[in-house]
Each structure stands twice: as structure tokens, then as C-alpha cells.
């Protein structure tokens, strides 16, 4: 199994795209995958892959807080079979676990807790490939997951120019005692003449550049463009 978990310093810079087309791509190539939506606060893969609104991973927190009035947290687990109810599945045959719909739920419970048994059973399970599409807060659970990844990438998107934010949520990783060697550079689009090269910013902050997407244009079919085409090679090398 590897777990590929999708962050970025800066909201909009392209993780949900990224995240949401390795995810049908790895389903493609035969891989048992599933798509994670894990962006608690403000995640959009049951709209962008038009699911249906529940079951989704608020209800999986919900049962583990009914749960733990009776047993202690730390003791939960699940079987897969106990978690399948939580499931959706997507007409490419990608398995999903979809967006929140409770706006309470980071608030409520014990979300470090919820999220560390979820990712626990994901990691006993038979899945291939397991994709996190994360939110941009630097709350304990993205850390946890981010550092328990097999795959942690750091998407940068050069056009609009974020290196500096990268560089604070460096400093702000390192500060936290995160392994920040582990992050992987992914530059979503092709910088302009006034931007910083890709393989500058990766010499500069020491972490490798996996790849620069280039500008999705307009998809008038369905045949792989040079998106998806690169998103393909990566999958590949990270699977061998
Ligand atoms: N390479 C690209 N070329 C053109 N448009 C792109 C590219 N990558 C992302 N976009 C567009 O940028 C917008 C933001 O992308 P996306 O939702 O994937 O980002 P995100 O990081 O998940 O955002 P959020 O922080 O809101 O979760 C979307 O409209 C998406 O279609
Ligand atoms: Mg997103």
C-alpha cells in the first residue's frame, strides 16, 4: 500500500485537482484505490465528483464519538467490513471517502483522535492506493497524516507566487520538530520569466521536485492531456 497525502501552504493552489485526477488515474491503471477527502473544513470532492452527499467521513467520526461514550478512544478499531457503510463509490470504480457535512465536526469529539482511527483501518486494509486531499490548516491531525504518509507532497503553485509561504510553513514545521525532509516539491503550472525555477526553489529549501504541472487548457474531451500524462509518470515512479 502507499498512502499519497496532498497539501499545500496556500488554499486554491491545486490539491483537490491533483489529488481528485491521481486518484482516478491510479483506479485506471487497475490499482484498488481510494480518494480521502479530508478537507474538513471546506472540502469539495463529493460536488466535483458529483456523489451523493452521505455517507461520508462525518459519519464515520460520529460513530467512533457514539463509540467512545462507551469505550475509551484509544481503544477503538474497525475491521474494513465495519467501515464500509462509510464508503462511496465513484462511477470510475474509484472508491471514495467523501466530503464532510457536519459543520460542527472539528469542534466537537476528539477530531485528532477520530481521524488517527480512521487513518489507522485505512492502513490495515486492502487498498493499493490511498490519496489524502487535505485543507490548508495546520491543525495536529493534517501533521499526523502529512507524517505518517508514505508520500507526503507540498504543492506549489508558482502562479500565484507562494515560495514565501512555503518558507513560513517550513519554519513553522521545523519548528514543531516535523520531519520536514520528508515533503515532496509538486509545482502545479509552469512559473513566468519573473518566478523562481522550480529546481531553485527545490535546492533552496533542500526537498526534491517531483514534478511541474502544466496549465490544464480547456478540456474539450476526455483523452489524457499533458496533465494527466505527468500525473501518470509520477504514480508510477511512486508505485515501483
Ligand atoms: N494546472 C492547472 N491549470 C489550470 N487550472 C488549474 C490547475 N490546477 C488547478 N486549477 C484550477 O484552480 C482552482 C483551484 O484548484 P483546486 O480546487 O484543485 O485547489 P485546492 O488547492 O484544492 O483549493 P482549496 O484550497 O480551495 O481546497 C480550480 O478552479 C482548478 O480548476
Ligand atoms: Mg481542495
Same mark, same amino acid.
Given at each position: 500500500m ?21 486518484a ?24 466535483r ?91 495536529? &491531525? /493534517? ?8 508520500? #507526503?507532497?507540498? +504543492?506549489?503553485?508558482? $502562479?500565484?507566487?507562494? !515560495? ?22 509538486? &509545482? /502545479? ?8 525555477l #522550480?529546481?531553485? +526553489?527545490?535546492?533552496? $529549501?533542500?526537498?526534491? !521536485? ?12 476526455m ?18
Amino acid at each position: 500500500m502507499k498512502i499519497i497525502s496532498i497539501y499545500g501552504v496556500a488554499r486554491q493552489s491545486g490539491k483537490t485537482t491533483i489529488a481528485e485526477e491521481m486518484a482516478l488515474i491510479s483506479r485506471k491503471k487497475g490499482y484498488k484505490t481510494l480518494l480521502v477527502d479530508l478537507d474538513i473544513h471546506d472540502g469539495d470532492v463529493t460536488k466535483r465528483l458529483q456523489l451523493d452527499p452521505y455517507p461520508n467521513i462525518s459519519n464515520w467520526c460520529e460513530d467512533i464519538y457514539r463509540k467512545s461514550r462507551k469505550t475509551s478512544i484509544i481503544n477503538i478499531e474497525y475491521d474494513q467490513a465495519n467501515w464500509q457503510p462509510f464508503l462511496q463509490k465513484h462511477m470510475s470504480g474509484l472508491t471514495v471517502l467523501a466530503t464532510n457535512t457536519n459543520p460542527k465536526l472539528p469542534y466537537y469529539g476528539n477530531i485528532f483522535y477520530e481521524i488517527k482511527i480512521i487513518y489507522d483501518s485505512i492502513r490495515q486494509s486492502d487498498f493499493e492506493v490511498v490519496i489524502f486531499d487535505m485543507g490548508n490548516d495546520s491543525s495536529s &491531525f /493534517n501533521y499526523m497524516i502529512l507524517e505518517e504518509s508514505d508520500y #507526503p507532497v507540498l +504543492v506549489v503553485d508558482t $502562479f500565484r507566487y507562494n !515560495v514565501q509561504a512555503l518558507r513560513n510553513f517550513l519554519w513553522d514545521a521545523q519548528d514543531v520538530h516535523f520531519p520536514v525532509e520528508k515533503f515532496k516539491l509538486l &509545482f /502545479n503550472r509552469e512559473p513566468t520569466a519573473i518566478e523562481e525555477l #522550480p529546481e531553485k +526553489v527545490g535546492q533552496d $529549501f533542500k526537498l526534491p !521536485v517531483i514534478g511541474v504541472l502544466p496549465e490544464i487548457n480547456h478540456r474539450e474531451t476526455m483523452a489524457p492531456d499533458e496533465f494527466n500524462n505527468k500525473l501518470s509518470a509520477l504514480l508510477e515512479a511512486i508505485m515501483k
